[in-house]
């Protein structure tokens, strides 16, 4: 067992956990964080990824203690109190999900995606941008449409702030 | 998951002491490969022993004709370096191809290399552009270090701590990536040295891991062009086959991806 301490969603945190405990199971399991999810395990579907300190990581690929010091944002974390995240709101507004259980990666990986390439974005790079997410309902076409959306808005956010 | 004990190490050398304390400890470093491997069962370390904070095994430097990465780096890190797009742009184009974004900003150099997956991408750059693996021990050539599937040079307990790259006159890398894992059915890098040497290295089409390709480089010796190597034959014997591609594909793809390599190193 090892205290693992870190920040997540701007609150300071510290759990006791197995030293074999992924970074997804202290967000589910440990802090109730449920909003992340766990597809295939396998590091390939991107539905548990969060912000390590900025960055869009696979949180069922670390361990807890690989993020010790490190401020993690997961989807609960994005909103600011009942105003959605503009990625989320664009997700709602171009109907960006079928079953859901894929879109909080989504969000979290689309987030990194505009924050890396700005006012670049194009649908060809969203589409080879959003290579380690996968949405089983293979409902890419609106997913790709609210990350354009998104990307414009957050835009126009950031010239306002 | 099996149980297992997890440190994180601030220097090489307490890093190297950890291990030797470990009854079957591991190296850890973007953990892309090695915690789904632990997940699955297929590995069980007493001791993962992390190396991603170790700030001197942290960043990218270029002096003279040499680029060195250290290698505890980043994959992204490397594809968005400045310096390491201007000294060798086909070495941070080939960081680009990694995995995806999320495995590209915890992935390493140095736990790529030292995985020595045969469809890995650093390891053809690494032969193709004569690398030295400098580790807590030594230096060892790029053509010593990899032995073959998932097997290198190093020994029990040694640690990578950079790769050092001559800046080549000319390079270029490119591949054809499994749709779903972006690993390399083949990938292959070209260059040319400052001496005017050709070397060409394949990945992901061997049976025996990365290969140098002599035919191409032969053929591009006396002629640096896409088109001097559509004569060449390349041999399927030896050659990975699988659902993804019978080794008759694999053995084309290799003079294909080499063509492409040398149309974008220009």
């Given amino acids: 067992m090892s205290t693992v301490k870190l920040t997540v969603n701007g609150k300071a945190v510290a759990v006791d956990v197995e030293d074999r405990t992924l970074l997804v199971q202290l967000l589910r399991d440990h802090l109730n964080l449920t909003g992340t999810h766990v597809g295939c395990d396998t590091s390939q579907c991107g539905a548990c990824v969060v912000h390590m300190d900025g960055r869009a990581v696979k949180s069922c690929t670390m361990l807890a203690g690989q993020a010790d010091g490190a401020s993690i944002t997961t989807i609960e974390g994005i909103a600011k109190g009942d105003e959605l995240h503009p990625m989320q709101a664009a997700f709602r507004d171009n109907h960006g999900l079928q079953c859901g259980f894929c879109t909080p990666g989504m969000i979290m990986s689309a987030i990194d995606i505009v924050h890396?390439?700005?006012?670049?974005?194009?649908?060809?790079?969203?589409?080879?941008?959003?290579?380690g997410n996968i949405?089983?309902?293979?409902?890419?076409?609106?997913?790709?449409?609210?990350?354009?959306?998104?990307?414009?808005?957050?835009?126009?956010?950031?010239?306002?702030? | 998951m099996y149980q297992t004990t997890y440190h994180r190490a601030s220097t090489v050398d307490e890093a190297a002491s950890l291990f030797a304390k470990g009854t079957e400890a591991k190296f850890l470093a973007g953990g892309q490969t090695l915690l789904p491997v632990m997940k699955q069962r297929l590995a069980s370390p007493s001791d993962v022993i992390d190396l991603a904070k170790i700030k001197e095994l942290i960043g990218v430097e270029a002096s003279g004709d040499t680029l060195t990465i250290k290698a505890a780096t980043p994959h992204y890190d490397v594809a968005t370096s400045d310096v390491v797009k201007k000294a060798i742009p086909a070495l941070a184009y080939l960081a680009t191809l990694i995995g995806d974004p999320a495995v590209r900003y915890r992935g390493t150099i140095g736990g790529s290399i030292a995985n020595n997956d045969p469809a890995a991408d650093y390891p053809a750059a690494l032969l193709a552009l004569d690398a030295t693996v400098k580790t807590n021990k030594r230096s060892i050539a790029a053509a010593d270090f990899f032995k073959g599937l998932f097997t290198t040079a190093l020994e029990d307990g040694e640690i990578v701590t950079a790769v050092s790259f001559p800046v080549?006159?000319?390079?270029?890398?490119?591949?054809?990536?499994?749709?779903?894992?972006?690993?390399?059915?083949?990938?292959?890098?070209?260059?040319?040295?400052?001496?005017?040497?050709?070397?060409?290295?394949?990945?992901?089409?061997?049976?025996?891991?990365?290969?140098?390709?002599?035919?191409?480089?032969?053929?591009?010796?006396?002629?640096?062009?896409?088109?001097?190597?559509?004569?060449v034959s390349i041999p399927a014997s030896g050659l990975l086959a699988d659902i993804h591609g019978t080794a008759e594909y694999r053995a084309n793809l290799v003079k294909v991806m080499a063509q492409r390599a040398v149309a974008a190193a220009g």
């Fill in chain 1, 116 to 131: 890396r390439h700005g006012g670049q974005l194009d649908e060809a790079t969203v589409r080879h941008e959003l290579e």
């Fill in chain 1, 135 to 161: 949405c089983r309902c293979t409902g890419y076409h609106n997913i790709v449409k609210a990350v354009l959306d998104a990307a414009g808005r957050m835009k126009v956010a950031q010239a306002a702030e």
């Fill in chain 2, 168 to 231: 080549p006159a000319k390079a270029g890398y490119s591949k054809m990536p499994h749709p779903a894992s972006r690993f390399a059915l083949t990938g292959v890098f070209v260059a040319q040295t400052k001496s005017g040497e050709v070397r060409v290295a394949a990945t992901g089409a061997s049976q025996n891991g990365v290969m140098r390709v002599p035919a191409i480089e032969a053929a591009l010796k006396a002629n640096w062009s896409p088109a001097a190597i559509d004569s």
